[in-house]
């Protein structure tokens, strides 16, 4: 289960609908062991694409040195599908590897908000439910 | 020589749960084939049966990734930090 704000929710909603028709993607810190998503950074997609997104190599060091000065870790990865359903495709499963992230997919493809989370570990996809707080 | 090599959550079965050790060699692929002969498979999880970077992972030796300063054959000093994190990518 992933319970997560709504400020936050629509925070990632609002970020992947702003990068449509590319991919947006990031992750929400959280202290670490504590599964709770709390520090909302959203990242560039440096591939721009409307089918692939990758954080900059640069950007991906920054934002775990940062996370490790803070004691977090990336409690949710998020990324978005522009035209597809909001469901781990094949290339998000083989590069997968925060066991114990909860992955979340957005999709853009219509004005319905469609927000979904997966655990991703060893190449299983499990859907999870996702709980919206105040 | 001493390098110290950051490891991530994903490789640390590897490490027995340690998020950094250190390993010796001139290059990166001297430092990757210590590593291994330490920590038995970890080699793998970085390079391919060609002898590449793996796409999965990127690796950066203190602030640069390594794709730009040569690869495996980048070279490393006394005191340098290596760091191995897996590529956040997809589709």
Redesign the interface.
Known sequence: MLRISREIHDAIMAHARRDHPDEA?G?VAGAAGSDEPARFVP?LNA?RSP?????D??D??AL?KEMDANDE?PVV?Y?SHTATEAY?????I???????AHYVLVSTRSDEAEFRSFRIVEGEVTEEPVEVIA | MAIEVKIPTILRTYTDGAKSVDAKGDTLAAVIDDLDGNHPGLKGRLITDEAALHRFVNIYVNDEDVRFTGSLETTLKDGDVVTILPAVAGG
Do not use: G, K, N, W
Request: aromatic residues 18%; glycine residues 0%; hydrophobic residues 35%.
């Open positions: 993607c992750v990242m591939a089918t692939f997104y990758e954080f190599s640069a991906l060091l775990y870790q990865i990324h781990p495709s094949r290339t998000d083989s590069y997968a590897s925060e066991p114990d």
